[in-house]
């Protein structure tokens, strides 16, 4: 597999004001600041009159992260290489939205906070995310709801030491672990460890073809039984920062997740989790 990773070229954050897309959108800003990348936040709802000064406050929270002065005016930003679109859909439906954005506006990470509902997550269980699943094949960081994540609020800062990828023979790991290494070189972060858990009968975990990744290491974990409860146990027995999790299909990660095994961990984790659908 090859070394060559690209920073993010662009991020897309989908913002309904909640507290939980608050953390999200911190997410993708240090995202979008790690990478010098293009930031779009965009906001579909009941308030389709949502003004500039309704999303998350870029430079204030900037100024939080004592990267720019207070008062500092939009060119400081542009210097720190990043530069922020706020979009407000015409679409109140948020996944119609989001559709509509994305078809004429492609993008490296979608980071979306995850609420749950009735037991499931409400932008997966939405009667018109089938849209979005023919249309998207993009990696999509997940906040769920009640997570604080990898990057804090209140400074900026990034605790990530220790990432699970999930892996088997079907869907294929190469897009998960491509996507992991991407983002924790994007977020230059470590040292850490990456570990591998392969549920099945011992010996069989799949050959793999690891990227080199500077300050982190690969830890290799082979268990057996449910591989939803596998998964949840691992992530809390390694206090994992993050899960990757690679999705089944070539129609787009939504189609692929609902009801699979990532949904399904989506549910119950208070941790972040990349869904990654497959190479094209």
Not at 204 to 210: E, F, G, Y
Not at 245 to 254: D, V, Y
């Amino acid at each position: 597999m090859s070394s060559h990773r690209p920073p993010y070229e662009s991020i897309f954050h989908p913002s309904d004001f909640s507290r939980e897309s608050e953390v999200a959108f911190c997410h993708a800003l240090k995202l979008a600041l790690t990478s010098g990348s293009a930031l779009t936040l965009l906001h579909a709802g009941e308030e389709s009159e949502a003004a500039w000064q309704d999303f998350p406050g870029v430079r204030d929270t900037l100024v939080r992260w004592a990267l720019i002065a207070a008062g500092s005016h939009r060119g400081e930003v542009l210097k720190l290489g990043i530069s922020v679109d706020k979009v407000v859909s015409r679409f109140r439906n948020p996944v119609e939205a989001t559709k509509r954005y994305l078809e004429g506006h492609p993008t490296d990470l979608i980071v979306l906070a995850a609420h749950a509902h009735n037991e499931r997550m409400s932008w997966l269980s939405h009667s018109k995310a089938e849209p979005i699943a023919r249309e998207c094949h993009t990696p999509t960081l997940f906040i769920p709801q009640g997570c604080d994540g990898f990057v804090r609020m209140e400074d900026g800062s990034v605790n990530l030491a220790h990432v699970l990828v999930p892996i088997a023979h079907e869907p294929r790991p190469g897009a998960a672990i491509f996507a992991t290494a991407r983002m924790i070189e994007s977020l230059g972060t470590g040292p850490g460890t990456i570990h591998l858990l392969h549920v099945g009968p011992t010996g069989t975990m799949p050959a793999l073809d690891l990227p080199e990744c500077p300050n982190w290491t690969w830890n290799r974990i082979e268990r057996t039984g449910s591989i939803v409860d596998a998964i949840l146990a691992a992530s809390s027995e390694i206090d994992a920062g993050l899960i990757a999790m690679s999705t089944a299909g070539h129609h787009g990660f939504l189609d692929a997740l609902r009801g699979s095994t990532t949904e399904r961990v989506l549910r119950h984790v208070k941790t972040p989790l990349l869904a990654v659908p497959p190479f094209r």
